[in-house]
């Protein structure tokens, strides 16, 4: 917290500012009883951010749009839009410029969209705050209260900042938001210890929350970015960086501009040594230097996105950040919430048991009495009561209503008076196992005490059950004639301690199943709840999730960030967590090399899914969680993920097959150029023929978006493995290379040829082999096991006959190309079936020692 005071205490004095007492916190923030004058909170408003945090960090559209350049693959495609300017190719230069534009425009578009969770969580605070200033309570605007303020809050407040309680009546406060406890929870004046959660924090309000019941006065500690609620906005606005596929992409743009400047180099000197045209040379090195670069690379992977997009959009998943649809395919760390995504979501009765703790059809009887008849607002655990007495038939007939005691937060139990044909006159209360237990006098039937022992019995019965994951609810029992005067909560006392209710929140049919599918396709899940541990371990256990260790927000409190990535790498329950706590194992994870999804809802979640590799949220999820989320489940199943993970492997195949055949055919070709271009007296192909080679062989993989997937591509996570991919280029490149210098040889001194000739020989020997290599590679597996899709096929074939018959057309004359005698034409299709067979036998050895091969884990890049 920044100093508003002149000379005031330092921040560090109120980091732990709940373990302080209301006096030294008057005393700290030079306030009282009577709030501040309003001449020194207009002075503390101008040291504070007016109007929140809003436009902080964010920076300009223009700004956002001209990131998108760094890429050093949109660099290298502008270089090779610009050489093909300058030898007059408009067509290719239009094409390649084309796809830098919609690249960067779509990738902008993103990234400003996502932006927009900075502004909704901004927006959610927009209130007004009644504060007491001068001794008189004012309403002013929320974002108007500083430090110092006293608050007046109210049932149906929000809260305008980080408070401490000076005084309560009965004051609940709702901060699911950023606990995800789903009940209200009672605030009252006191301290708490420093290293208390955020959640524990009795003494604490927070902003952003709201007020339930009661009222309060507080003390405002910290105001807009300064609150925790403030912090999460702050955060979310920041950029967390590139996607893990991103990353790949940006190593593979650094690979080849460090390529394109050893071939260019090279060209050069050695042609300038030998007194070749120095314009002329410049040219061509520049020419084989964009010839090794995938231009139709950003398009490739824009239209398979879009493809995989809406095929995950008939599935039920809405893809709001196309890139991480890959990245997606590479997750190897899920991590989740426990309810509603491993668990039904809604509370269901397992058991009701009499004090002996065996099951009880009257126990559940009286407690579907006090279901039915109390009149306040309906709860999950009601709805549980009544289904399962509907499930075995249950039904009460002779009972009336005689009168009703509501439920309140502080009770924390509700009563009913009934008159019954069964039971007689009778007084029914349920709720929290420690009030009912504090209100009774005899167990298991009125005329039994309850001494030492019998309470002793019941207290380990219910920390057995609380143990084994169960809510577990009290209920008793008093003899109660209807009276002429409203029952009161007075009259919840002497009661008969009966049974007790046990409800729990149930996995899902398919959890268990969907875990399975989730290791099977290498991801490991590991479940993040705020509940408490014993719920955390029921649960894991309930579907095979792992949970001989559950780690505590209070454990990981004490751990250092070191310490932290170690215990998040080999746990897989966490229980107790506030939502730092979530970014920080969402971090640690990363540390330790995983690619980590995020699967979240609430507030609490929005740090952890904007930090997360992939942010997944459903579709009821809060405004800040979905903004700051990649993808959006129109149902909370791990069933659609799976889908998920399935169509960004299926994407990344794709990806691949293109970038291997045409790094690998592109860097052969470009050294046999410059390497041949040293002994001939004229250049092997001119730089147009070059540009022009480079388009044709990029027509195929356009169909590479639709083309089929090997299964060993779909059974496990990937990455963009640059080594990988170069030593893939360099070792099928040199194989390229070889037949190129069979020609070479043919062609210089077997047979002597015009140089048109020689190079229209050169033209369609390298683009065939290209063709030949598309198909090869394309697949894991031997080709003639993997069918291409027919467009693809098509397309190549079609291609392959445009290479034969192109110097017998104009266009083809244009580029000086020219006919060939029909033997060397067949020689150089002869040339071409040997160079796939080769390449054939040769991938399925490179393939089998990568990560990309069957049988072996993903290796960290």
Known sequence: MRTILSGAASANVLDAYWALGAQTLFAELGSGEAG????????????????????????????LFLKQFRNPLVLILILASSVSMLVADWMEAGVVLSIVVASTVLAFTQEYSANRAFERLASRVRVLAVVIRNGIEQRILADQVVPGDVVVLSAGSLIPADCVIL??????????????????????????SADAALGNRFNCVYMGS???????????????QDTVFGQIAEQLAQNVGPTEFERGVRRFGQLLMRTMMVVVLFVLIINLFRDKPAIDTLMFALALAVGLT?????????????????????????VRKLNAIESLGGMTVLCTDKTGTLTRGTATLHAA??????????????????????????????QAIREEAKRLGLTIPGAKKQDEIPLDYDRKCVSVIVEDDVEGGLLIAKGAFDQILSRCSSIGDPDTLMDASARDGVLKMHEARTAQGFRVLGLAIRAMQASPTPAQPEDEHDLCLVGLLCLVDQPK??????????????????????????????????????????????????????????????????????????ERIVRALQKSGAVVGFLGDGVNDALA??????????NNAVDVAREASDFVLLKKELRLICDGIDEGRRTFANTMKYVLST?????????????????????????????????????????LAGDRVDRQWVARPHRFDTRFIRNYMILFGMISVCFDFLLFAILLWVISLSTDQFRTAWFIESLLTELAVLLVIRSIMPFHHSRPSNLLLALTVGVAILALVLPYTPIGHAFELVPLPGWLTAGIVVITLVYALTVELLKRRMFRYSQYGPGLAPRKT
């Open 36 to 63: 501040l004058s309003n001449r020194e909170a207009m002075r503390r408003l101008r040291l504070v951010t007016p109007g929140l945090w809003l436009g902080r960090g964010r920076g300009s559209a223009l700004s």
């Open 167 to 192: 005084s309560a009546d009965r004051f609940y406060v709702n901060q699911a938001t950023l606990t995800g406890e789903s009940s209200p929870v009672r605030k009252q004046p006191g301290v708490h």
């Open 210 to 224: 709201s007020v339930d019941s009661g009222h309060a006065t507080a003390l405002a500690i910290r105001s807009a």
């Open 294 to 318: 995938p231009e139709l690379l950003p398009a490739i992977v824009s239209v398979m996105l879009a493809h995989g997009a809406r095929h995950l959009a008939r599935r039920g998943v809405i």
């Open 353 to 382: 048991l009499d004090i002996s703790g065996a099951r009880s059809g009257r126990i559940l009887r009286l407690a579907f009495l006090n279901a039915s008849f109390q009149s306040g607002l309906d709860n999950p655990i009601d």
């Open 509 to 582: 049919p398919d959890t268990q199943k969907m875990i399975r599918e989730l290791r099977h396709r290498g991801v490991d899940l590991k479940m993040i709840t705020g509940d408490d541990d014993h719920v955390a371990k029921f649960i894991a256990h309930a579907v095979d999730l792992s949970s001989e260790r559950v780690v505590t927000g209070a454990m990981i409190a004490r751990l250092s960030d070191q310490a932290l990535m170690h215990v998040a790498a080999e746990s897989h329950v966490f229980a107790g967590v506030d939502p730092n706590q979530k």
């Open 609 to 618: 899914l904007h930090t997360a590799d992939i942010g997944i949220s459903v």
């Open 663 to 703: 790094t690998s055919a592109n860097f052969g070709n470009m050294i046999s150029m410059g390497v041949i271009s040293v002994f001939l007296p004229f250049l092997p192909l001119l730089p147009a023929q070059v540009l022009l080679n480079n388009f044709l062989s990029d027509i195929p993989a356009a169909a």
